[in-house]
């Protein structure tokens, strides 16, 4: 059984990732040609080192001391599931909250986890009084596929730092 809580700041260590397999082997993504979104051929394999798994730790560190939200899902006591969301407002009259990370371990996907972290970081945006959630994601099918049928649309407003940072993710929203 999947039990789901938050995680406090002192059990952040990449020791708490070591039951947590991020693989993910990726062979279409989505691209913007002329103004349209296509599928292209662009195959890699998506895996985390130790020094990915020591920056998400910091990050995630960050993300609970300036006040946001780190939300996990856990089989037998291992992590399998987790969602972050910072807590300052961008976007203007959008009202957004930038949701900077779900991950489902590889030999969890396809149960659920994924929707139950989206649903109650949702909550937990519009509590903050977030319209929105914004997230830059992945631009990988199965990814976008994910977001689409969690009601996500193109981003009205682009955050740029995201952009920059990752030029081919792609920037979507979702009304809280």
């Given at each position: 059984m999947i039990q789901y809580r938050n995680l406090n700041p002192d059990e952040l260590c990449p020791d708490l990732f070591k039951h947590f397999h991020r693989h993910q082997v990726v062979t279409k993504c989505w691209r913007?040609?002329?103004?349209?979104?296509?599928?292209?051929?662009?195959?890699?394999?998506?895996?985390?080192?130790?020094?990915d798994?020591?920056?998400?730790?910091?990050?995630?560190?960050?993300?609970?001391?300036?006040?946001?939200?780190?939300?996990?899902?856990?089989?037998?006591?291992?992590?399998?599931?987790?969602?972050?969301?910072?807590?300052?407002?961008?976007?203007g009259e959008q009202k957004y909250?930038?949701?900077?990370?779900i991950h489902i371990s590889e030999d969890m996907r396809?149960?659920?986890?994924?929707?139950?972290?989206f649903l109650s970081a949702?909550?937990?945006?519009?509590?903050?009084?977030a319209a929105k959630l914004?997230?830059?994601?992945?631009?990988?099918?199965e990814s976008q596929a994910f977001y689409r049928k969690m009601g996500c649309v193109e981003a009205m407003v682009y955050n740029r730092q995201h952009v920059e940072a990752e030029p081919y993710d792609c920037q979507l929203e979702c009304v809280l």
């Open positions: 913007k040609e002329n103004e349209k979104w296509v599928i292209k051929d662009a195959p890699f394999v998506d895996d985390w080192t130790e020094t798994y020591q920056i998400l730790v910091s990050c995630l560190k960050n993300t609970l001391a300036s006040g946001g939200f780190v939300h996990a899902a856990f089989n037998n006591q291992m992590l399998k599931g987790f969602v972050s969301v910072e807590s300052a407002l961008f976007g909250l930038d949701l900077t990370s396809g149960l659920g986890i994924g929707k139950e972290l949702k909550k937990w945006a519009k509590e903050q009084g914004y997230i830059s994601a992945h631009s990988s099918v």
